[in-house]
């Protein structure tokens, strides 16, 4: 077990380092450097410019800037934000917690409705109702995240305007809310975003569970089960859901990528200020640094994530759990 | 947002309609007021700022010297009126000007403001390091010279109508002990930048990103504290979410309505709107000069007839009516209606296809492919236009110009770029062609820098086609250098008679900017060259308050001040 | 409907068995009705697509009235509205499907044949190479291929669409190729190829002539999948301004027209992406099909 964890562990160091190797790449390949159309200021001179080159080693042989790239990843440096006049590790320092306070909430959310849709399926496999459920499902799963959040936008604060437009905060009252005001101020702007992500996941979710629950009830021991008399609702509950959870661990890891895509439109469209948004912004403004960041803080969060499912899993599964 | 681009200028034309004039009760002061924007501000340095709401905000923060009148008049000193500067003293030969300042101005942290403050604004805006936009705007004022410390002198090169103007429109003061130990490259990164201390009627409280900008009344002003306590800009990340703020109630106010707006607003009862004759023209600006080599002409554009057959081709009245309804004007030419030396009744080039169709078949331009495309020499009448992704409005002005010109055989690659982007390559002077807007200031003189030749040469000019025409640049010397208003009036229009029939533009529309705002504020006078300017009159009566304006002055704590100073 | 058959023939290579197993599940999930809706809704749209010039009612650049006809709501004549520009929104969606449905089908060419290629090398070679490769994918797959992409776009503004339909090809090979490398493993040692080796065939004909063909169900499914995938995150890149770029219309790009204006021209954010949900759930069905008709088989 232990030596699993540590393989586990090197091979998502490895996979790190690869990404930094594929992101300095993508630095290098470009056209022109990219500092060059960040400094839009006319009255900035060549002096400063190249200045700035050198502090970012862009006049070193490439091998150089490579040990000098992976080394300041290594101490967290990502660069500077031209955008923000702040360093990027500070810009999305700041917007990270947003963007996995949302996808926490959708995480949670997706997996109680997504199993819940597909037992509800399952216990009544075959019936309009599960047709009707799958159908939702796909066409849910179908949508394109942007257009979703578009549509949930366009409904619930234009034509019904029970939601605030976007941001995390009312902009120009947050500040002065009591403790209890400032909560209810932040749920109130949470609850589309969160939401519309949660619909998006769930459809996923309960399109995957319905099948992992399919698969198991043709099982020995739901056979079994059914010939001690269980009834088909306490077969789902007892045996069926049970073994069918197991791959929900592995499927919490698969989503992130998913949830993190989806994040970043839900978070440009109802300008919910976290990493996708930051990013986002910093395509418009070329911000090349905050772009790369983004790049490399959303595959290690997708890296851990899916070590983190396969560690679990291998704690959670008996079969692993004696190697 | 980012779009547009600020480069101060001003006009003449009043706008009047003082909607709510001051009400003798005393309780008018207080409350909050609430403004809906689309974009940060770029930088909260007044010598380094380019956005607008850069510009709105430090102009709260920051006072000058000095600030121009309401008729905008630009020559001398008349209409202007005291702000840090209580009283000034012209030396006999106007070589020189002494500003005295006010003794009770003091910084937001409490210390006074000195005449080493006006000497260290000046100097550090001049220092090439900085990088200054302003830089080039204040060429006239050699320097500043501090005999005491309630006395900044500046002197200047030679006499002009402008110097004053030229002195204290362009820069507010910033505090030397503030910034002199920061290095001027690293002023936009610094802590100091994003803490800004100044002397005006608002300090600052805080700048969330993408999120708001909040100042409060700076009570013990030396002017007096400010009607609204608190100002807040409510940063949305595009114009649409800027409107459903402000048609919803969250903000008070929203600077720019566009023409299918105006129903919406209309239904609702509770809000106003309200035109501002703002100084900015749009035009599609040719490149003059071959963009792979600036010494030859530009194989199209170089072509002075051909540029007219161009414009011949574009019919502009239509285009400014499907954009901005009824919301703008065609543009007379580098220039706006609001300065009392433009001409409102300017020759134009009319609206003419057949003939423009005419002029280019004699030019060799004809059409022999089957795609209607005209072409000489086997090379096609095709440019790219490049416009600013982030303005809406400029790129459907590309679109419609796309079609106009296809009906005369040109074809027009439409390229949107990121605004910094479109920037850069304007600098490096390597585009075809763009669609460009400038927001101009109160002095007719920016055309030196922006269509003269005195900016086409330097990279860091504005001339970005590098139209160059002696006798336009000497028309409008002449006009900058006269002191009465009729001359400078007949040499301007010389000067813009010149350059339409050049050319070297599309001129295409002048926008008239309609504010919309709530009923429930006092508006004061909308200055053209800047609607903000009166803010601090603004005010709200007592029975209209709503939760928002009463909440406390500020939540947190202003920024900590030295020991031994005291704040109200 | 032949063409989409004779499309996925002709990417496949020449050397395949004549009872195409694509033949056998086309035929297993016309069977089932879903599927069968699916297939026709997804025939009508390719349909419509391809005879785009002859269905359309507007030339979907045509400018007819900047000032009359602009910003029109959805009417009799404009079914689905007019742009800013007083283009015709059914008209572009018309065209724009051609363009979205070429894009995403090119783009899943590239993919698969990538994809494959570098699944059945590994899978086929095995050992430390095996290894490299897959630690190499592993590090692609945990990039998540919207932010790779946007990092590569960004890298290079203004592509031409077949950059574009590269790129997209070029990052949506990586989990096709797994499934692939373990096919092959498993097949390696299976009866039928050690018996071929028992007869002294190249490994380079056992990989064509007995691998391959085994391959073409997952690969079916993936492809179908993966259009779906490039429709839209094509869409989506189109909408943040770094996809298609104009005057071309596609679903995303109309979209985007719309973008900033959203309350105001709903119908332009409505029409092209209803177009867009029904093309990519009738792919999701026929592939959910086809991956049941490949297993029953």
């Known amino acids: 077990m232990l030596r699993y964890i540590a393989q586990r562990l090197a091979q998502a160091a490895v996979i790190v380092a690869i990404v930094a190797a594929i992101t300095f790449a993508l630095i290098h390949l470009a056209p022109g450097d990219p500092f060059s159309a960040v400094m839009d200021n006319p009255n900035v001179s060549e002096t400063v410019r190249q200045t700035l080159r050198a502090q970012y080693g862009l006049d070193r042989p490439l091998p150089e800037q490579f040990v000098r790239y992976v080394s300041s990843l290594a101490h967290g440096e990502l660069g500077w934000s031209f955008s923000h006049e702040r360093p990027v590790r500070e810009v999305l320092g700041r917007a990270l917690p947003n963007t996995l306070l949302l996808m926490g909430v959708a995480l949670v959310g997706s997996f109680t409705l997504g199993i819940l849709i597909a037992l509800i399926q399952v216990a009544r496999r075959g019936s309009v109702t599960d047709q009707v459920l799958s159908g939702l499902s796909l066409f849910f799963f179908s949508m394109p995240d942007f257009w979703l959040a578009i549509l949930a936008l366009l409904t619930f604060t234009y034509w019904l305007p029970i939601f605030p437009v976007g941001g995390a905060v009312d902009p120009v009252m947050h500040e002065y809310l009591g403790l209890g005001g400032r909560l209810v101020d932040r749920l109130r702007h949470l609850a589309l975003p969160a939401l519309t992500l949660t619909v998006l996941a769930s459809a996923a979710v309960a399109r995957y569970q319905r099948a992992a629950l399919l698969d198991v009830l043709p099982a020995d021991y739901i056979r079994t089960a059914r010939l001690k008399g269980l009834t088909e609702r306490e077969i789902l509950r007892r045996h069926a859901l049970r073994n069918a959870l197991l791959p929900i661990i592995s499927l919490v890891g698969l989503s992130f990528p998913a949830l993190l895509t989806g994040a970043f439109f839900v978070e440009k469209i109802f300008a919910w200020p976290g990493m996708g948004y930051a990013v986002v912004n910093a395509i418009g403004t070329r911000d090349y640094p905050l772009v790369v960041g983004g790049v490399i803080i959303g595959s290690i969060m997708v890296t851990l994530g899916s070590l983190l499912s396969d560690l679990l899993y291998a704690l959670a599964d008996p079969r692993l759990r004696s190697h | ?42 930088v909260l340095i007044p010598s380094l700022v380019q956005s607008v709401q850069g510009a709105q905000i430090t102009d709260m923060i920051y006072d000058r010297l000095a600030d121009i009148g309401d008729s905008l008049n630009i020559v001398n000193d008349k209409g202007f009126t005291p702000r840090l500067a209580d009283h000034w003293t012209w030396s006999a030969d106007s070589l020189s000007i002494a500003f005295h300042i006010n003794q009770k101005a003091k910084w937001h942290d409490g210390l006074p403001v000195r005449s080493s403050d006006v000497r260290f604004t000046i100097a550090s805006t001049k220092d090439s390091a900085l990088g200054s936009p302003a830089a080039p705007l204040i060429s006239s004022i050699d320097s500043v010279s501090t005999p005491d410390s309630a006395t900044a002198v500046y002197w200047f090169h030679a006499r002009s109508p402008q110097q004053f ?112 004759h703002a100084l900015q023209y749009q035009f599609t600006q040719f490149n003059l000069r071959d963009p792979a080599n600036h010494a030859r002409p530009h194989p199209i554009f170089g072509n002075r007839e051909l540029r007219r057959a161009l414009t011949m081709a574009t019919d502009r009245a239509t285009l400014v009516r499907s954009v901005f309804d009824t919301l703008a004007l065609s543009a ?86 990121d605004f910094p982007v479109l920037v850069e390559k304007m600098r490096k002077r390597a585009f075809d062609a763009s669609i460009g807007q400038w927001n101009t200031q109160p002095s007719p003189g920016a055309v030196r820098g922006s269509w003269g030749t005195a900016g086409s040469r330097a990279t860091s000019g504005n001339n970005y086609g590098s139209y160059e025409n002696p006798v336009f640049d000497a028309y409008v010397d002449s006009a900058l250098s006269s002191f009465e208003p009729a001359t400078r009036k007949a040499y301007f229009t010389k000067a813009y008679e010149t350059i339409i029939q050049d050319a070297p533009a599309i001129w295409l529309a002048e926008p008239i900017q309609t504010v919309g705002y709530h009923s429930r504020l006092q508006l004061a006078t909308m200055r053209p060259d800047a609607w903000w300017a009166h803010i601090p009159e603004w005010w709200i009566p007592a029975d209209k308050r709503i939760p928002r304006d ?19 | 409907m032949p063409w989409q058959t004779q499309d996925f023939a002709a990417t496949s290579g020449p050397t395949w068995p004549r009872e195409s197993p694509l033949a056998l599940g086309v035929r297993r999930i016309l069977r089932k009705p879903s599927s069968r809706v699916a297939f026709f809704v997804l025939g009508v749209i390719v349909l419509v697509g391809l005879l785009a010039p002859l269905v359309a009612p507007y030339n979907p650049a045509a400018q007819p009235d900047i000032v009359g006809l602009k910003d029109l709501p959805p009417s009799l004549a404009h079914p689905f509205g007019t742009d800013p520009y007083s283009r015709d929104v059914l008209s572009r969606v018309i065209f724009g499907a051609r363009v979205s449905l070429m894009i995403g089908v090119l783009a899943t060419i590239v993919s ?47 592509l031409s669409i077949g950059a574009l339909v590269l790129f997209l090809g070029l990052t949506g090979w990586f989990g096709l190729s797994r499934i692939v490398r373990g096919q092959v493993l498993a097949l390696k040692h299976a009866e039928f190829v050690t018996a071929a080796q028992a007869l002294g065939a190249s490994r380079r004909r056992i990989l064509w002539r007995h691998l391959l063909p085994n391959l073409v169900s997952p690969i079916v499914v993936a492809a179908t999948l993966g259009v779906a995938h490039v429709i839209v995150l094509e869409a989506g890149l189109s909408y943040l301004g770094i996809g298609v770029p104009q005057p071309l219309a596609s679903w995303g790009n109309i979209i985007q027209d719309g973008a900033d204006q959203v309350a105001t021209l709903w119908w332009m954010s409505l029409f092209p992406g209803l177009f867009m949900v029904l093309t990519v759930m009738t792919l999701n069905i026929l592939a959910e099909a086809l991956s049941d008709a490949y297993e029953r088989r």
């Open chain 2, 1 to 42: 947002m980012a779009a547009m681009r600020y480069a101060r200028l001003l006009c003449a034309l009043v706008v009047c309609g003082c909607v709510g004039t001051e009400s003798p009760s005393a309780n008018n002061t207080g409350g909050t007021l609430a403004i809906s924007t689309g974009g940060d501000p770029d």
């Open chain 2, 165 to 276: 103007y030229d002195a204290v429109y362009q820069l507010p003061i910033i505090p030397e002990h503030v910034w002199k130990n920061i290095p001027p490259a690293g002023w936009r990164a610094s802590d100091a930048a994003k803490n800004p201390v100044g002397s005006g009627q608002y300090r600052f409280v805080r700048w969330i990103p993408r999120a708001a900008v909040e100042l409060v009344a700076d009570t013990t002003n030396y002017r007096g504290a400010p009607k609204f306590s608190r100002l807040i800009w409510s940063i949305a990340p595009d114009f649409s979410t800027a409107l459903t703020r402000f048609l919803s109630g969250e903000t008070d106010f929203l600077e720019q309505l566009r023409p299918e707006n105006l129903a919406e607003v209309a239904k609702h009862p509770e809000l106003r709107t309200k035109q501002n």
């Open chain 2, 332 to 417: 007379l030419g580098p220039t706006v209606r609001a300065y009392p030396t433009t001409d409102p009744n300017l020759p134009q080039i009319p609206f003419d296809l057949p003939r423009a169709r005419q002029i280019l078949d004699s030019l060799g331009w004809r059409v022999t492919t089957s795609d209607s495309v005209r072409s000489r020499n086997g090379r096609p009448l095709e440019f790219t236009l490049s416009v600013p992704s982030s303005s809406k409005v400029r790129v459907q002005l590309a679109v419609l110009l796309q079609e106009q010109l296809r009906q005369a055989g040109v074809k027009v690659n439409v390229e949107q770029l």
């Open chain 2, 550 to 568: 009463n909440a406390p002055p500020s939540a947190t704590p202003a920024p900590a001040l030295p020991a031994g100073q005291k704040t109200p």
């Open chain 3, 112 to 158: 698969l044949t990538v994809g494959v290629a570098y699944g059945a090398i590994a899978g086929y070679a095995g050992g430390v190479l095996d290894a490299v490769m897959m630690r190499v994918l592993d590090a692609f797959l945990s990039i998540p291929r919207l932010l790779l992409l946007i990092g590569v776009l960004v890298a290079w503004p203004r």
